[in-house]
């Protein structure tokens, strides 16, 4: 008997009448994830295809790994580098695993612990979404963020965020970025300061961390190029350094065509136009950060990982064509303009991409509007040509 003739013989208890209906949910939440759902839907407009949304969440998360995997790596080089003269591959991965994984660990079995309870509580599938939520929450928290703090913050996200809107589909806002955003005004000095950065920094004056955006915040100088932006050897959140990373993980969501390359070509273009304005600035009028290389901008932060991963959620973002380019383009000028403004928010991206998310639909709606009065006036043209 094969696997799947095996969960049919399991599924039947789950089924309705069965002994354990009240736990279907659990049941086929474990079925889909190894096996694509044998159901299609009865009644409504839908498009056929041979990819469900668990699928398209896991291909999400394989975009992830690399710019995760080089976190985890370089989470824990940035605390062994100060305090030892040489650090080995393995020995900085595995510092850095044991830091990382908890995190990633505490996410999950809370956030989906509260998804499993309103599935049973509501007698409706799992969603899938927190498949992804779940890791890029730990993925754009400083390291040393404590493990309680992750998971109150992952609870107000999920349940503010997503099931008090009706769970995946439903939520208006990034619940990542909510989660982040949480804890960026409920622990301000656990999120922000010299100190998060670098794992186990405040307990070692040899280690101090302070990201780039915070020193330039400061009107201090930064010691890094920018090769070593790009490459992201450098303290910041766990997997938002890599602009390299970041740009493989890109690539392999625009290939599988799971992420908006308008969303990310436009947040770019938005970005990069603001920077070269206030670089455009006499020198002793600007500050640090408006004299800061546009293009440095553009790497250092969570500017890059948040136009690749949070401003391309799709059920966040704007859905038409146009509303795509107008959401990415100002979501790149508003993340420039809030951290050279606003020193106190050095770190622009997450505040861009959950005030674009409140007006998404506005903007597809005006998109839209516009359409049907530019055919209306086509049409009204045709007749009275014709006339």
Not at 57 to 72: C, D, E, K, N, Q
Not at 236 to 257: C, M, N, P, Q, R
Not at 327 to 334: A, E, M, N, P, S
Request: proline letters at 4%.
């Amino acid at each position: 008997m094969g696997l799947r003739d095996k969960l049919n013989k399991l599924k039947e208890p789950f089924l309705k009448g069965g002994k354990y209906e009240k736990y279907h949910p659990l049941f086929q939440a474990f079925d889909t994830f190894l096996y694509v759902p044998d159901e299609t839907t009865k009644k409504g407009a839908h498009v056929r295809d041979a990819v469900d949304l668990k699928r398209v969440m896991i291909t999400v998360v394989l975009a992830l790994m690399p710019a995760l995997l080089f976190g985890i790596w370089n989470s824990g080089y940035q605390y062994l580098s100060q305090i030892q003269d040489e650090v080995g591959f393995w020995e900085a991965f595995g510092e850095g695993a044991l830091k990382v994984i908890p995190m990633i660990l505490v996410s999950y079995i809370v956030g989906l612990a509260i998804e499993f309870y309103f599935a049973l509580k509501r007698g409706h599938d799992v969603n899938e979404g927190y498949l992804v939520t779940g890791i890029l929450i730990p993925m754009i928290f400083p390291i040393d963020t404590p493990l309680w703090m992750i998971g109150v913050s992952v609870a107000f996200s999920v349940l503010i965020a997503k099931e008090a809107f009706g769970g995946t589909g439903m939520n208006l806002l990034n619940p990542a970025l909510t989660a982040r955003a949480f804890a960026f005004f409920a622990y301000p000095t656990f999120m922000s300061g010299t100190d998060v950065w670098v794992a186990n920094a405040g307990e070692l004056d040899a280690v101090s961390g302070e990201t780039i955006l915070g020193k330039l915040a400061l009107n201090e100088e930064v010691s890094y190029n920018t090769y070593e932006m790009f490459m992201g050897v450098i303290p910041g959140s766990v997997a938002e350094t890599s602009t390299l990373l970041i740009i493989l993980g890109a690539l392999i969501l625009l290939f599988t065509k799971v992420g908006s390359w308008r969303i990310m070509l436009s947040g770019l273009i938005g970005g990069a136009l603001v920077a070269l304005l206030f670089n455009a600035l006499p020198a002793d009028i600007g500050n640090s950060l408006t004299n800061f290389t546009w293009y440095d901008h553009l790497l250092v932060g969570g500017f890059a990982f948040g136009i690749v991963f949070m401003a391309t959620d799709p059920v966040t973002a704007t859905q038409t064509t146009k509303g795509k380019w107008i959401y990415g383009f100002l979501i790149g000028l508003l993340a420039i303009l809030i951290r050279v403004v606003n020193p106190a928010y050095p770190e622009g991206m997450m505040m861009a991409v959950l005030f674009m998310n409140v007006f998404a639909p506005t903007i597809d709606y005006y998109v839209v509007q516009a359409n049907i009065k530019r055919r209306q006036k086509r049409l009204e043209s045709k007749k009275l040509k014709a006339a």
